[in-house]
């Protein structure tokens, strides 16, 4: 598995920040397109986007808007997901190789000749991973709404959950259930501490620990609350305590502070203290810079052969039905150009 760097990357525009968002806002109207981006881009990208959320929330936008153009600013899985559901829109993404450690984790061939072993069981996977092995599955979930999908199983029928190990550990645990697991993992969510973590507990008693769901076991335990990024931040702005201790890519704080900014977020270290490693190396190949040259040229464009988009479009739209309704409160705000397909 090839991880990418994480070293600043020098621009190659030669423009400032504010020249980049000028640019990228002009491009946005002439090309009629909408910016999406997760919780774990940087702060400036997210600020600029049309809209930030989970993978579940980016996916059912990506279904229902009227853009031409889907700018994705995510890692691949994500822009493939809005391709796949979206076919007849231009989606582009600004670094092609902003992958993910749970994808690279669960090639194709692999997956294809491991489902053949359970014949029985219903493979329901992670939204984190390739068009193919979507296309190898029976039902796509999200960290905010497997529970909610796992519990509409009937208990007899046999289960895979692929291709995170520590979110279908945690799942089974939740949900009571037996699963046949795919040994893939996140190398971001790994690599917290449970010593720094237990040392930063005593440390600030009064802060309770959000994570998610896609750290392991031993970091879990000491969560008051494990959740989707959409979930946690939910926490972080209901919860009355005034400091929180955030065990997910740490990018998101940037949203806490910007709706909350009363409130202390402490990112719960990694195993090197003096590193930014508990940041996303993929997300981090997304920049300003590379998001206004991706406008600019409109590419890299993601493309998935029709045959793998109309197979992993079926248990994406599986998803979308069995997934919680949209309180009213969180649907798109009045600006936000839709269809209102997945609404
Ligand atoms: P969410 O669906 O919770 O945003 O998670 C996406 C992800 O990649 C977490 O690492
Ligand atoms: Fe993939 Fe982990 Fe990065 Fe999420 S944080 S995109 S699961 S590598």
Redesign the pocket.
């Known amino acids: 598995m090839s991880i990418p760097l994480t070293a600043p990357i020098a621009k190659t525009t030669g423009m400032s920040d504010d020249e980049l968002i000028a640019e990228i806002n002009r491009l946005r109207k002439e090309r009629n397109a909408v910016i999406l981006a ?3 881009q940087d702060g400036r990208i997210q600020d600029l986007a049309d809209f930030v ?6 996916s059912r936008k990506a279904a229902a808007t009227d853009a031409d153009v889907i700018v994705f600013c ?2 691949r899985f ?1 822009a493939e997901v809005a391709k796949i559901l979206s076919p007849e829109k231009t989606v582009i993404l600004p670094d092609m190789e902003a992958g ?1 450690s ?1 994808e690279d984790s669960c090639p194709p061939e692999d997956f294809a000749e491991f489902r053949k072993k359970y014949p029985d069981h219903l493979c329901i996977t992670y ?2 991973c390739s068009a193919a092995v979507k296309a190898l599955s029976d039902i796509i979930i ?3 709404n497997a529970e909610y999908i796992i519990n509409q199983i009937p208990e007899d029928q046999p289960i895979i959950l692929a291709p995170d190990r520590h979110l279908g550990a945690y799942l089974s645990r939740k949900t009571g259930r037996d699963m046949v697991l795919w040994p893939g993992s ?1 190398i ?2 790994e690599r917290f501490s449970e010593q720094e973590l237990i040392r930063l507990k005593t440390e600030h008693p009064d802060a309770p620990v959000a994570a ?3 750290c392991p076991e031993h970091i879990l335990r000491h969560a008051d609350h494990v ?6 931040l939910k926490f972080v702005l209901e919860n009355q305590a005034q400091k929180f201790i955030i065990a ?2 740490p990018h998101i704080i940037h949203q806490m502070q910007k709706t909350a900014p009363h409130k202390t977020f402490i990112g719960a270290p990694g195993m090197d203290d003096d590193c930014n490693c508990n940041n ?1 190396p993929f ?1 981090e190949l997304n920049t300003l810079e590379k998001l206004y040259i991706c406008m600019r040229d409109m590419t890299p464009e993601i493309l998935v052969d029709e045959e793998t988009r109309i197979k992993a479009l079926a248990p994406l739209d599986k998803m979308l039905e069995m997934s919680p309704p949209v309180p009213k409160d969180q649907r798109p705000p009045q600006n936000f150009p839709m269809t209102g397909r997945a609404y």
């Open positions: 997760h919780y774990y959320g989970d993978s579940l929330d980016l995510g890692v994500m993910c749970l939204i984190n999200t960290s905010s996140c971001v969510h998610h769901p896609e959740g989707s990024t959409s979930s946690i997910t890519e996303c997300m």
